[in-house]
């Protein structure tokens, strides 16, 4: 994975100094509150329901073990002893004492990582694959093209006060797992017949109050221009975009307004200003940065290993489940990447103690050659656990409570912190995601009906991914009471769509058992080999509606 060079520590060093003296002025009331909010939100730092919270950037999802075990120092020192990961791979801290930060950031910067641009109207985290680089369907490791956008992004003097924030995705494979079609900007990078890469370069998608899907701006983007072309994209966005209600500020609400065709014209004018400048990449300038994320010295599997595996999956129904649904194919033959399931329900989705997370970084020491992997549905992954050993691996894990075979199915839920938290939220969305655990916890029933996202949301902001899920669930405030309204058929991936909604909402003691009716009338509907989505794909919203409003 990528390691700072001296340029890189200096600048995060100096940025740790800087916010210590802006804090200190703070806190001694030299400067004021609207003063202090654009200095602390562009180093993650928000103010919300019951104390600060500190949004801690994981650049492209990428942790190697050593970064895992601080995160989890920080969390049992200044907080309390746990952390709780998001939709968007950040670490987020619910609990630390404002004057504490400068302190937290300076532990951050000791293992290169740093809280910066995970809030305000700038160019936020870029996300990724999660497999990325171990991939068996990847045309381009993202990975690279991610580091030199982080690069660009950080401190870029001209986008530090957007209309809004900015969110870009990126994947290098056949499958897109890093729902590019609902970023602000999504790049896809593929190779043309001659074997040269490709971006593919979609804008305008989001989810929010005003859900969309990216059009595409560009469809085959030489790579020697990918920086330059971002730029222009950002210069139109920053001119043209409103800044006069921030809920139209979105690139995705400029796009609209203007149409993917003028929207196009006007990065293109922008863009014949920037082509071929000093931005303009080089064989050079990627290969350098290429260079730290070489593949580590895997020990070659043999045959009678892999085999042997095999047996052990078929031999033991409890193993060959949690390979089923928690292990996936890599690039490697007899290597795997191994998903951690942080879905429990004596914890809210995505949370980790310090001990789990210390107990994780050794697992990735011991299993994954330091290296893991934090995921936009909640979890983390080992990237490169050899066969012969995942057997000890998933025992490990159980003895942590992290061997949940359930990744992907129904208990795998999306959630954000919502109202237990969140000062934006209009309702509680861990009871719910709990109540649904609670509900469906039976492991044959949750197999039976196949892959199923459900992704839950306190707030129109959608941190939660609701109007992508399967099926889809929204707290909403009607004249001071939560309730909860349905939506189906959202989805992310290469055919995304964004969920219709079912009708009235309901109380928070209902949710179960609606999600108990919209499943029969699945399992009632289904054709063999069927998922949710496809079922609900042929068959439309009239018949779930029918039922639950029966």
């Known amino acids: ?150 690069q ?11 209309p809004r924030k900015f969110k870009i995705a990126v994947t290098g494979a056949e499958e897109d797992r890093a729902a590019i079609q609902v970023h602000d900007v999504g790049l896809r990078f593929w190779r043309d017949d001659a074997g040269e890469v490709r971006v593919k370069v979609l804008a305008g998608g989001g989810l929010g109050r005003t859900p969309m899907i990216g059009n595409t701006v560009c469809e085959d983007l030489p790579w020697q221009h990918l920086l330059t072309y971002l730029e222009a994209i950002l210069r139109v966005y920053n001119q043209f975009g409103r800044r006069d209600n921030k809920f139209k500020a979105r690139i995705k609400i400029l796009v609209k307004a203007l149409g993917i ?23 050079e300038a990627v290969a350098a940065v290429a260079d730290h994320f070489v593949d580590p010295e895997r020990r070659e599997i043999g045959t009678e290993a892999i085999e042997a595996y095999e047996t052990l999956r078929a031999d033991n129904r409890a193993f060959g489940r949690f390979v089923t649904n928690n292990v996936t194919d890599h690039k490697v033959p007899g290597y795997k990447a191994v998903t951690l399931s942080l879905k429990r329900r004596e914890h809210s989705p995505g949370d980790v103690t310090s001990e789990q997370m210390a107990a994780i970084a050794d697992l990735a020491d011991e299993f994954s050659y330091g ?6 549905e909640q979890n983390l992954v080992l990237t490169d656990v050899a066969v012969d050993r995942i057997e000890e691996l998933w025992q490990r894990l159980d003895e ?35 109540s649904i655990q609670e509900r469906f916890e039976d492991l044959d029933f949750l197999y039976d009906l196949g ?27 009607k004249k001071g009471e939560e309730y909860y309204q349905i939506s189906l058929g959202g989805s992310q991936g290469n055919e995304s769509s964004l969920g219709k909604i079912l009708g009235p909402s309901f109380y928070r003691e209902d949710v179960p058992g609606v999600i108990d009716k919209l499943l029969q009338v699945y399992v009632g509907e289904r054709t063999p080999d069927e998922t949710f989505l496809d079922t609900y794909r042929r068959i439309g919203l009239k018949p779930f509606k029918e039922r639950v409003y029966a």
């Not at 660009?152 to 957007?162: D, G």
């Not at 129904?410 to 000062?423: K, V």
């Open 451 to 477: 892959p199923l996202e459900l992704n839950i949301s306190g707030c129109m902001n959608a941190c939660g991914h609701h109007h992508v899920g399967h099926i889809g669930i929204l707290g909403v405030d």
């Open 261 to 283: 065709d003028e929207f196009r014209r006007r990065v293109e004018e922008e863009w014949a200003h920037l082509k071929d400048g000093p931005q303009t990449l080089t064989d």
């Open 1 to 150: 994975m990528y390691r700072y060079d001296t340029h890189d520590q200096t600048l995060v060093d100096e940025r740790v100094a800087q916010f210590r003296d802006q804090m200190r002025r703070y806190l001694e009331g030299k400067i004021s509150d609207e003063e202090f909010l654009p200095l602390r939100v562009q180093n993650g730092l928000y103010v919300q329901r019951y104390a600060p919270m500190l949004r801690i950037a994981i650049p492209y999802g990428m942790l190697a073990a050593y970064q895992l075990r601080k995160l989890g120092e920080i969390a049992a020192r200044y907080d309390r002893g746990y952390g709780h990961f998001t939709t968007r791979t950040n670490l987020q801290l619910n609990w630390p004492k404002m004057e504490d930060v400068p302190d937290i950031l300076a532990d951050l910067a000791s293992v290169q990582m740093h809280a910066i641009q995970t809030s305000g109207n700038d160019i936020r985290n870029t996300s990724t694959d999660q497999f990325s680089g171990i991939a068996a369907d990847e045309q381009v490791d993202p990975r690279p093209w991610c580091e030199l956008i982080r």
């Open 371 to 376: 290296e893991l992997r934090v995921t936009h």
């Open 400 to 434: 942590l409570g992290l061997a949940n075979p359930t990744v992907g199915t129904l208990a795998d839920l999306i959630c954000c912190p919502g109202g237990d938290y969140c000062s934006l939220a209009n309702a509680k969305s861990i009871p719910v995601a709990q």
């Open 152 to 162: 660009w992004s950080t401190f870029h003097p001209e986008f530090a006060y957007l």
